[in-house]
C-alpha cells in the first residue's frame, strides 16, 4: 500500500484499540472524525507580480485534554485533507500518550517551498495566518513547525497574529526563534526524544547499541540531530542517510557532524564524498541494528516490509509504517517504537515553550533536557507495560494509553 490513505490508516488503528477497549459506539465514532475542519484559499503575489492561488488546512482533531497543538507542512505532495486529518489524529495520541494537557491538530499548505523565494514565503505565511487566525489562540489551537516549515515561518506567523489581535500573544505559535519567545532545546527535540525512547527500548531489550549501525532516512530537523544524538548520546554509527535527492551508505560509518554540514550547505546528502550512492529503497533494508524512518508517511509497507532488517525502528516521522508492513515488521521480530511516541519530544518542548511563553519566563536548556526526558521516559514504560499485560504491539500498547487517556476526558465533559 504505498499510496495509502493516511486517514484511513489512522482509522484502522484507531478501531482495534477501540475494539480492545471495549469503547462504547458512541464515543468510538466521535474520535474517528476530526471535531473541526478548515480549508482556506490564500491568494499571494509573487514576485513576479502575479497572484498565485495556494490551498491550505488546519484541523482541530480532538480538543478533550486541552488546546489542540500540531504542526504546519508545507508540501506539494502532502495529499490534502486527509493527509492532515490522519496528522492531526496522530497528534491527539501523542499528546494524550506523553500526558501533556493538550489536544490534537495540523495544518498545511499545498506548494514547493523550494520553488518560493524568502519573500514569497512570508506572504504565503503571513496569508495562511489572516485565514486561520479565527480559529487559533494560546487557549484554542496552537501551530508548530513541521515539514519544510521552520523557526522564521512561525515568527512571521506570529507577527501577523499580534498584528492582528494587537497584542503579544507569542504563545499562539511555537518553534518560534529563541528571541522571540523560543525554548531552549526545541530544534532537537524531536530526535532527543526518539534517542531518550531508543536508550529506553535497549534497556528492556537487554542491547547495548555502543557501536551498533544506524541507517536514517529522511535528512531535515527530525533526521539531521537523530544522527547527531545517536552518535552522541548512544555511541551508535550512522552507516547510510537518504533525502528527497538520494542516499548514501559507508559500512565503515559516516561522520554525522561532517554529514549535516554538508547537507546543510549542498542541500542533498547524494554526492557526500567516501560514501557509495544507493538507492532510497535500497537504504530502508539495509541490515543494521537501527533504522530512523524520518520522512513522510507510508514509507514501509507491504511491498518491502518482508525486506526490512533492521532490529530497531525508530519512527520519527509520522505515519511511515502502513497496517500491512506493520503486522509483517512484528512477525519479523522488528521491534517497532510507534510514532506518536518516537516522536513526541517535538510537541512535549513545544508545550514546554507554551508554558513558558505564559509566565513569561524562561528556563534553561539543562531543564528543558531534564523535563523532556522525565516525559519521554514516562511515556515508554506506560506504553512497555501495557504492551507486556495485553500481550500487544508497542504500537496497539500506545495507541491503548493514548485512546483511553483521550475517551476519559470525552466522557467527563460529558460529551459521550
Ligand atoms: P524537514 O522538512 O526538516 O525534513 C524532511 C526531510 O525528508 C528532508 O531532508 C527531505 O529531503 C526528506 N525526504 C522527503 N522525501 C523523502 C524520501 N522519499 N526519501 C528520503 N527522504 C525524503 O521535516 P522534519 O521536521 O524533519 O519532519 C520529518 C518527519 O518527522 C515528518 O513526518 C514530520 O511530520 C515528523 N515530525 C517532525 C517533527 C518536528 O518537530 N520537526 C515532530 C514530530 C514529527
Redesign the pocket.
Known sequence: MPNANPFKTAQAQLDEAAARLGLDEATHELLRWPQLEVKVTLPVEMDDGKIKIFHGYRVQYNGARGPTKG?L?WHSGQGGMDTVRA?AAWMTWKTAVVDIPLGGGKGGITCNPKELSGREKQRLARAYMRAVAKILAVTKDVP?????TTPQIMAWMMDEYETLVGEHHPGVIT?KPIPLGGSEGRGD??ARGGVIILREAAKVLGMDLNGKTMAI???????QFAALLGQEILGLKLVAV????G?VYNPRGLDARKMVDY?LRNGCVGDFPDAEGIS?ADLLELDVTVLFP????N?ITGENASRIKCRISCE?????TTLDADEILHQNNVFVLP?FLA?AG??TVSYFEQVQNTYNYYWSLDMVHERLDEKMTRAFRGVYEMSRREQVNMRQAAYLVAVARVAEACKLRGWV
Open positions: 504542526g507542512r496528522l508548530a513547525p513541521d515539514v519544510y518553534g527535540a524531536t532516512q529522511g535528512f531535515g530537523n527530525a533526521g537518504s533525502d528527497s535527492c542516499a547537507k532510497n524520518s520522512a513522510l508517511e514509507a520519527l516521522a509520522n505515519g511511515p510514532d516522536n517535538g510537541v
